[in-house]
T-cell receptor
Framework: KAGVTQTPRYLIKTRGQQVTLSCSPI?????VSWYQQTPGQGLQFLFE???????NKGNFPGRFSGRQFSNSRSEMNVSTLELGDSALYLC???????????????FGPGTRLTVL | AQKITQTQPGMFVQEKEAVTLDCTYD???????LFWYKQPSSGEMIFLIY??????QNATEGRYSLNFQKARKSANLVISASQLGDSAMYFC????????????FGTGTSLTVIP
């Protein structure tokens, strides 16, 4: 079974631009979560989507948004990029959304975003 | 609120030796799950092991075992017979039924295996 895939793997943008990252979950998984990882802040939860609905949201500004499609694929968008948005963005998928504690999140390889 | 604490920013271990990575947690959830992930320099987070709060026995997966002490709220990862490929960041995480599917991660421990 194929794992979680994320595209692109690397991105370089300039301040003020916007960016869209894509995540394809493991087949059959309906929940997709997004995380931002930086050396200073560690792993921070952005949001989670389940069945095309946002179920949880972390403490990030409205410039960060996402959506999920009917095939469970998810996209994350960051508008008006700032230097501080440079990070590794990780996507994780799981079977359900909070229905079972054993429901493990499986991560993709991440998208490394650099904002110049 | 839920909180995960990993107090060891960096650890060194000799190849073939065992090593314990510490993790303590704080939660008001009566039921919760604890996870360990490995993150090599490539960036991908790899799931290692899971422990449920009501599991009577400590979880084991190959060379990984979880030393779960519920009363002390600790969930330490034990890696036996360390290999050079074990060099990576290790993250402890938890989730609780009252907090949906959101995972809370610790700050991680960097493990270096010395030949």
């Amino acid at each position: 079974k194929a794992g979680v895939t994320q595209t692109p793997r690397y991105l370089i943008k300039t301040r003020g631009q916007q960016v869209t990252l894509s995540c394809s979950p493991i087949s059959g998984h309906r929940s997709v979560s997004w995380y931002q990882q930086t050396p200073g802040q560690g792993l921070q939860f952005l949001f989670e989507y389940f069945s095309e609905t946002q179920r949880n949201k972390g403490n990030f500004p409205g410039r960060f948004s996402g959506r999920q499609f009917s095939n469970s694929r998810s996209e994350m968008n960051v508008s008006t990029l700032e230097l501080g948005d440079s990070a590794l963005y990780l996507c994780a998928s799981s079977l359900t959304s909070g229905r079972g504690l054993t429901d493990t999140q499986y991560f993709g390889p991440g998208t490394r975003l650099t904002v110049l | 609120a839920q909180k995960i604490t990993q107090t060891q920013p960096g650890m060194f271990v000799q190849e073939k030796e065992a090593v314990t990575l510490d993790c303590t947690y704080d939660t008001s959830d009566p039921s919760y799950g604890l996870f360990w992930y490995k993150q090599p320099s490539s960036g991908e987070m790899i799931f290692l092991i899971y422990q449920g709060s009501y599991d009577q026995q400590n979880a084991t997966e190959g060379r990984y075992s979880l030393n779960f002490q519920k009363a002390r709220k600790s969930a330490n990862l034990v890696i036996s017979a360390s290999q050079l490929g074990d060099s990576a960041m290790y993250f402890c995480a938890m989730r609780g039924l009252q907090h949906g599917n959101q995972f809370y991660f610790g700050t991680g421990t960097s493990l270096t295996v010395i030949p």
